[in-house]
C-alpha cells in the first residue's frame, strides 16, 4: 500500500528564456570584447603628388539648372526650350548614355522641375538624376 504524503510534490522544470537571455548577453559581450582586441596597423606613406599637369577634360555629364521661373540653363547660359531640345539631341549623338542632373534654385517649384523632367524625357535622355545642395544652418529660413 502507498502512503502518500501530505505535502504536494511539483515536479521541476527547466526554464529556457532565462537561458536565452544570458546565451545573447554573452555573445553580445565576446563580440564586442573581441572587436576592441583588434590591433589596426598602418604604414605612414608619403606619395608624391603631380604639379605640372592638370586635367582638361572635362567628365561627359550635363548639368541643368533651373531658375525660378522655370528657364534652364547650362553652364551659366540660358536656354528656350527648343534651344533645349536641339542641343540635348547634338549631345545624345555623341553619347546616348550621357548623365543629366537636374538641380532648382531654391525658389523653382515642383512643377517647373517636373516640366524640365519631361523635356529631358522627351528628347531621349534616359539618365537623369536631380543635384540636391544641403543647405548651411545659416541660410536656412525660420517661419
Known amino acids: 500500500m502507498k502512503i502518500r504524503s501530505p ?6 522544470r527547466l526554464e529556457i528564456i532565462p537561458l536565452i537571455d544570458i ?6 559581450s565576446f563580440m564586442m ?5 583588434q ?3 598602418t604604414l605612414k606613406a608619403s606619395l608624391p603628388t603631380a604639379t605640372q599637369v592638370t586635367s582638361t577634360k572635362k567628365p561627359d555629364m550635363i548639368k541643368i539648372k533651373v531658375d525660378p521661373y ?9 536656354y528656350s526650350f ?11 549623338v555623341a553619347n546616348t548614355n550621357v548623365p543629366v542632373y537636374l538641380s532648382g534654385s531654391r525658389n523653382s517649384t515642383h512643377g ?7 523635356h529631358l524625357r522627351r528628347v531621349g535622355v534616359q539618365r537623369v538624376a536631380f543635384a540636391v ?7 536656412a529660413t525660420t517661419p
Open 7 to 12: 505535502i504536494v510534490r511539483k515536479r521541476t
Open 23 to 28: 546565451m545573447f548577453f554573452l555573445l553580445a
Open 33 to 37: 570584447v573581441s572587436l576592441q582586441m
Open 39 to 41: 590591433k589596426v596597423r
Open 70 to 78: 522655370g528657364i534652364p540653363s547650362i553652364d551659366n547660359v540660358t
Open 82 to 92: 527648343p534651344d533645349l531640345d536641339r542641343y540635348l539631341a547634338e549631345r545624345l
Open 112 to 118: 517647373q522641375m517636373v516640366y524640365v523632367l519631361d
Open 133 to 139: 545642395k544641403a543647405d548651411s544652418p545659416t541660410s
